[in-house]
């Protein structure tokens, strides 16, 4: 089996992505990654809202709103839309059946876990035909 492409920080995002998710605790945070043009390095984040109501606990719905400015964001900065990333409070940073059914195909996702009593757990993820297989996380 092929491996899969390695998903690359840059420097600092992977210290913010790890701030946001608790700064949203007790809800999953959600957002998007902005990547070079060429979709190799993700250099930015997007903030976005989880819609998911009363369950953002436990699952997140990333606002549309916040999807299409970060179209035009990316757009307007020579930029791609590289990835999308939440986290998973008080669970593993592996990805739910819930995220599996919501996610498109041959999309990247970066899951930030927060298990109680442990640092922020980083973990990068490509969803290929219907399942997901963990990518290296680089930076
Ligand atoms: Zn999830």
């Known amino acids: 089996m092929k491996s899969v492409p390695a998903v690359v920080l840059a420097d600092g995002l992977r210290a913010r ?3 946001a998710a608790r700064a949203a605790l007790p809800e999953e945070a959600c957002g998007i990654l902005l990547a070079t043009r060429d979709g190799a390095v993700l250099v930015d984040v997007h903030p976005a809202r989880n819609a998911a109501g009363e369950r953002a606990g436990e ?3 990333l606002d549309p709103r916040d999807h299409l400015a970060a179209e035009l964001v990316a757009t307007a ?3 791609s839309i590289g990835a999308f990333w ?3 409070p008080g669970r593993s940073a592996r990805p739910s059946e819930a995220d599996r059914r919501a996610a498109w195909p041959g999309s990247v996702h970066v899951v930030v876990g927060l298990e109680p009593g442990r640092e922020p757990e980083l973990r990068a993820w490509r969803l ?3 399942r997901f297989r963990e990518a290296p996380l680089c930076g």
């Open 17 to 19: 992505l790890a701030a």
């Open 77 to 79: 900065r020579g930029l």
């Open 128 to 130: 290929e035909a219907g």
């Open 59 to 61: 699952r997140f719905v």
């Open 86 to 88: 939440h986290s998973h």
